[in-house]
Antibody, heavy 120, light 113 residues
Framework: EVQLVESGGGLVQPGGSLRLSCAAS????????MSWVRQTPGKGLEWVSA???????YYTDSVKGRFTLSRDNSKNTLSLQMTSLRAEDTAVYYC??????????????WGQGTLVTVSS | DIVMTQSPDSLAVSLGERATINCKSS????????????LAWYQQKPGQPPKLLIY???TRESGVPDRFSGSGSGTDFTLTISSLQAEDVAVYYC?????????FGQGTKLEIK
């Protein structure tokens, strides 16, 4: 059974940093692209970043230069380093598994999410 | 970015009746090279993450009941629930996976009439 467990969310001040992690199990982690998708009541669902099985990364424009996505295939772990956080980054962040190593763009499995709140 | 617009925003349907949700993209999400439509549908229940129902516009994900079906091409797509069950109460989202950034519709809230 595929399991994705996010951690690392919390309250951070504007301009601060946070590192989200996603522990994956139940599948061959290195064979699938992975993404982070965030959700807010106001903006709905928003794709944030993706990484292919081989490590190529992609970001939505609003987080480029501030967020860094990485993966450790030996530890089955996905990490999102978030810096220069803004109020508009406040959201529930979901770790999501795609359907192929190169990425398919749709999300077969999702974690339960971790809440990030950016506020002073 | 491709803008995805769903209609209606909310919908109330009687148990056993058909529910239809529409999704329109601001540009075509069909690839001429493979004739595939890069459109997915998700179901989200309160307190839960989204669940993949349909991808490639009409391919049902494993384990999804066959009362759920997807159709459409180009810029216009439809999710149909043929006979609404109580457990289908949820918010439904479409998403284009044609290019980056992948974008979602605003969601359609489905309730029982």
């Amino acid at each position: 059974e595929v399991q994705l467990v996010e951690s690392g969310g919390g309250l951070v001040q504007p301009g601060g940093s946070l590192r989200l992690s996603c522990a994956a199990s139940g599948f061959t982690f290195s064979s699938y692209a992975m993404s982070w998708v965030r959700q807010t009541p106001g903006k709905g669902l928003e794709w944030v970043s993706a990484i292919t099985g081989s490590g190529n990364t992609y970001y939505t424009d609003s987080v480029k230069g501030r967020f860094t996505l990485s993966r450790d295939n030996s530890k089955n772990t996905l990490s999102l380093q978030m810096t220069s956080l803004r109020a508009e980054d406040t959201a529930v962040y979901y770790c999501a598994k795609e359907a192929a190593a190169a990425g398919t763009g749709y999300f077969q499995h999702w974690g339960q999410g971790t809440l990030v709140t950016v506020s002073s | 970015d491709i803008v995805m617009t769903q209609s209606p925003d909310s919908l109330a349907v009687s148990l056993g009746e058909r529910a239809t949700i529409n999704c329109k993209s601001s540009q075509s999400v069909s690839h001429s090279s493979n004739n595939k439509n890069y459109l997915a549908w998700y179901q989200q229940k309160p307190g839960q993450p989204p669940k993949l129902l349909i991808y490639w516009a009409s391919t049902r994900e494993s384990g999804v009941p066959d009362r759920f079906s997807g159709s459409g091409s180009g810029t216009d797509f439809t999710l149909t629930i043929s006979s609404l069950q109580a457990e289908d109460v949820a918010v439904y989202y479409c998403q284009q996976h044609f290019n980056t950034p992948n974008t979602f519709g605003q969601g359609t809230k489905l309730e029982i009439k």
